[in-house]
């Protein structure tokens, strides 16, 4: 998504345009975008959804971004779309690649000899699934796994993503990678501005997302790292706190 920003005058006033259907769609369950879409509309922010950016105006300084027919007056753009892994030097050492270096569960390439962490690594996820991750959590943790199989202890790499969004007074933690098709059960209540959506797949939790709610972020991580199943009304229910349910 793209945001065209105006003037603030004591209150949160813009356009938001965005390509998807809905926002934050490439991040959150549909209950968490709706939550959010309706927060922003409520603090005067206007969106755009279904509405791909056209080009900038403005010569030497920006004043405007067209989108949807339309040209939304702007001081400044922010280019958030991620990023292509270099894989230059990678391919030119012989090392399989495609959307990032491929590395096995010790951050260990194609060649022994050869290791990779972070944002360019393409690797098998919890799941198996092959997946590259944009994220500090997944740097930071490979490269101390790549750090182990350098001096000859090599760890296999299993750690539960996580990602966080401070948002106004909100605070999103997520952890896990959901999908479509996975059970989602909703804990809390969106109205009180504190609640979590977990995902299960094949009743076993895979993903959490939790607005102001730690303890379900918190405990939910340990669901998802014990590939716990969980029965999807007790995880539903909040008379029962969150750490009985592990």
């Known amino acids: 998504g793209w945001s065209a920003i105006g003037k603030w005058s004591g209150v949160r006033l813009g356009d938001v345009l965005e390509a998807m259907d809905r926002v934050m769609a490439r991040s959150a369950s549909k209950p968490v975008s709706e939550f959010y879409e309706r927060v922003h509309r409520e603090a005067g922010v206007v969106f755009h959804l279904n509405t791909g950016v056209e080009g900038f105006e403005g010569t030497g300084k920006l004043t405007g971004v067209r989108a949807g027919g339309k040209t939304f007056s702007a001081d400044i753009a922010l280019v958030g779309i ?59 943790d490979q490269a101390k796994h790549a750090a182990l199989a350098m001096v000859g202890k090599p760890t296999p790499y299993n750690e539960v993503p996580w990602f966080w969004s401070d948002q106004y007074d909100l605070k999103l933690q997520i952890a896990g990678l959901a999908k ?4 989602i059960v909703l804990r809390g209540d969106p ?45 539903a229910d909040t008379a029962i706190p969150m750490k009985n349910i592990v």
């Open 82 to 140: 991620g990023v292509v892994p270099n894989c230059e030097i990678a391919e030119a050492a012989g090392l399989k690649c495609g959307d990032g270096v491929y590395i096995d569960k010790t951050c260990t390439t194609e060649d022994p000899a050869i290791f990779a962490a972070g944002d360019c690594t393409r690797h098998h996820g919890r799941n198996g699934d092959l997946i590259r991750l944009e994220s500090v959590q997944n740097a930071i």
């Open 180 to 183: 479509p098709g996975d059970q």
């Open 191 to 235: 109205g009180l501005r504190k609640f979590a959506v977990f995902h299960l797949r094949d009743g076993a939790v895979v993903a959490v997302e939790a607005v102001n709610a730690a303890p379900e972020y918190l405990i939910g991580r340990k669901l998802i790292a014990d590939a716990a199943t969980v029965a999807p009304e007790r995880l």
